[in-house]
Nanobody
Framework: QVQLVESGGGLVQPGGSLRLSCAASGIIISFNTMTWYRQAPGRGRELVASMSPDGRGHYADSVEGRFAISRDNAKNTVYLQMNSLKPADTAKYYC????????WGQGTQVTVSS
């Protein structure tokens, strides 16, 4: 049974940083593409960053240079380091992988506000 559990969200001021975590069970993250999505109120779900099995990261233009995706294979956990946060980054962030179907975590809220 695949489970993805996100954590690390919160309230941060513009320009601040947060690190999100996605703890996976039932899969080996290094064998799968792991992706972070976000969804702001009234908007569709947006791909933020993904990491392929070979370890390469891919980013949305809106976060390139500010966000970094990484993984700890020993902990079977994927991270999203978010720096220079903007109010436009406010959203619920979800971890995702696709095997036989799409699997999603419950999400973690990130609010960027002064």
């Amino acid at each position: 049974q695949v489970q993805l559990v996100e954590s690390g969200g919160g309230l941060v001021q513009p320009g601040g940083s947060l690190r999100l975590s996605c703890a996976a069970s039932g899969i080996i993250i290094s064998f799968n593409t792991m992706t972070w999505y976000r969804q702001a109120p009234g908007r569709g779900r947006e791909l933020v960053a993904s990491m392929s099995p070979d370890g390469r990261g891919h980013y949305a233009d809106s976060v390139e240079g500010r966000f970094a995706i990484s993984r700890d294979n020993a902990k079977n956990t994927v991270y999203l380091q978010m720096n220079s946060l903007k109010p436009a980054d406010t959203a619920k962030y979800y971890c995702n992988t696709f095997i036989d179907k799409a699997y999603w975590g419950q999400g973690t809220q990130v609010t960027v506000s002064s």
